[in-house]
């Protein structure tokens, strides 16, 4: 049974930095299908950076330049480094594994994966 377990949310002022890890646990990180979705109260889930095939990476129009995904393939783990942070960055964060289908949309959509994180939360005041 496949189990993500996500870290590292917190509290920061706009213009501050967090990084998100997530350690998967009877699952091997080994290819795509990986990434980390958002979803504020009253909206859909939302595809941050998400490792979507053939070495590409996606990330959301409203992230790009500012957050940056990876992952240690030793470790199981996969990261979101999040830097120059915004009050509209504030939501429960989720990291994603497990395609269903085989393959992913595109853009990838929370639909996609099969595996889920419990969430962490990420709050950033003005």
């Known amino acids: 049974q496949v189990q993500l377990v996500e870290s590292g949310g917190g509290s920061v002022q706009a213009g501050g930095s967090l990084r998100l890890s997530c350690a998967a646990y009877?699952?091997?990180?080994?290819?795509?299908?990986l990434g980390w979705f958002r979803q504020a109260p009253g909206k859909e889930r939302e595809g941050v950076a998400i490792y979507s095939g053939g070495g590409s990476t996606h990330y959301a129009d409203s992230v790009k330049g500012r957050f940056t995904i990876s992952r240690d393939n030793a470790k199981n783990t996969m990261y979101l480094q999040m830097n120059s942070l915004k009050p509209e960055d504030t939501a429960m964060y989720y990291c994603?594994?497990?395609?269903?289908?085989?393959?992913?949309?595109?853009?990838?959509?929370?639909?996609?994966?099969?595996?889920w994180g419990q969430g962490t939360q990420v709050t950033v005041s003005s």
């Open positions: 994603a594994a497990v395609c269903r289908y085989g393959g992913l949309s595109s853009p990838p959509r929370a639909a996609d994966f099969g595996a």
């Open positions: 009877g699952y091997t990180y080994g290819g795509d299908c």
